[in-house]
C-alpha cells in the first residue's frame, strides 16, 4: 500500500451529514453522495472530503460530505460543522473509479496494514476520505484515506 505519515493540526469541516447504518454503509453512501450532486449542494460545499465519525452502540455513525471552512468564512445556510482534531495520520493513497476503489483501499487498511504494520494503531475512530478534482469515474482518478493513528505502547 501507498502511504505517508503526517502530522496535522486540527481544523474545521463545514457540509451535509447523515447518519449511516454500517452494515448499509457501502451502498447507502454512495446514494447520498448521487442526492447530494443532484441537489446541487456542491454550489454550497465543494465536496472535498467524506468523513466517517465514530459509530454509536447500534452501528449507527455520522458521515459527512464536507470541505475546509476557513476562519472568518460565513456558514452557508443548510449546512453543519465540525472539528478535526490535530492527529497523526496514515494517508493511503488511492487510485481508481469510485466507490469501487476506496472501498477496497478502506478494506486493505482494516484487514491487512493495521493488524501488520507492527507501528501504529488508530488512535480515534475517524476516516476520511480526500477526493481530488477530476471524474471520479475514471479508472485513474486520485483520492486519499485518512485514518488518525498512534504508536502502539
Given at each position: 500500500?501507498?502511504?505517508?505519515?503526517?502530522?496535522?493540526?486540527?481544523?474545521?469541516?463545514?457540509?451535509?451529514?447523515?447518519?449511516?447504518?454500517?452494515?448499509?454503509?457501502?451502498?447507502?453512501?454512495?446514494?447520498?453522495?448521487?442526492?447530494?450532486?443532484?441537489?446541487?449542494?456542491?454550489?454550497k460545499?465543494?465536496?472535498?472530503?467524506?468523513?466517517?465519525?465514530?459509530?454509536?452502540?447500534?452501528?449507527?455513525?455520522?458521515?459527512?460530505?464536507?470541505?475546509?471552512?476557513?476562519?472568518?468564512?460565513?456558514?452557508?445556510?443548510?449546512?453543519?460543522?465540525?472539528?478535526?482534531?490535530?492527529?497523526?495520520?496514515?494517508?493511503?493513497?488511492?487510485?481508481?473509479?469510485m466507490?469501487?476503489?476506496?472501498?477496497?483501499?478502506?478494506?486493505?487498511?482494516?484487514?491487512?496494514?493495521?493488524?501488520t504494520?507492527?507501528?501504529?494503531?488508530?488512535?480515534?475512530?475517524?476516516?476520511?476520505?480526500?477526493?481530488?478534482?477530476?471524474?471520479?469515474?475514471?479508472?485513474?482518478?486520485?483520492?486519499?484515506?485518512?485514518?488518525?493513528?498512534?504508536?502502539?505502547?
Amino acid at each position: 500500500m501507498n502511504y505517508k505519515i503526517e502530522q496535522m493540526d486540527a481544523f474545521t469541516v463545514a457540509g451535509v451529514e447523515r447518519a449511516f447504518q454500517m452494515d448499509s454503509s457501502q451502498q447507502e453512501i454512495p446514494k447520498f453522495w448521487q442526492e447530494f450532486m443532484e441537489k446541487g449542494l456542491q454550489q454550497k460545499v465543494c465536496p472535498v472530503f467524506g468523513i466517517c465519525f465514530d459509530a454509536d452502540a447500534s452501528g449507527n455513525f455520522p458521515y459527512m460530505i464536507a470541505d475546509v471552512l476557513k476562519p472568518g468564512t460565513k456558514l452557508p445556510e443548510g449546512l453543519t460543522t465540525r472539528e478535526i482534531p490535530a492527529h497523526l495520520w496514515a494517508r493511503f493513497a488511492c487510485v481508481g473509479a469510485m466507490p469501487g476503489a476506496i472501498q477496497e483501499v478502506t478494506r486493505q487498511i482494516y484487514s491487512e496494514w493495521l493488524p501488520t504494520n507492527g507501528v501504529y494503531e488508530v488512535a480515534q475512530y475517524m476516516e476520511i476520505e480526500m477526493y481530488s478534482d477530476g471524474n471520479p469515474a475514471s479508472p485513474d482518478y486520485y483520492s486519499e484515506v485518512w485514518i488518525p493513528i498512534r504508536k502502539k505502547a
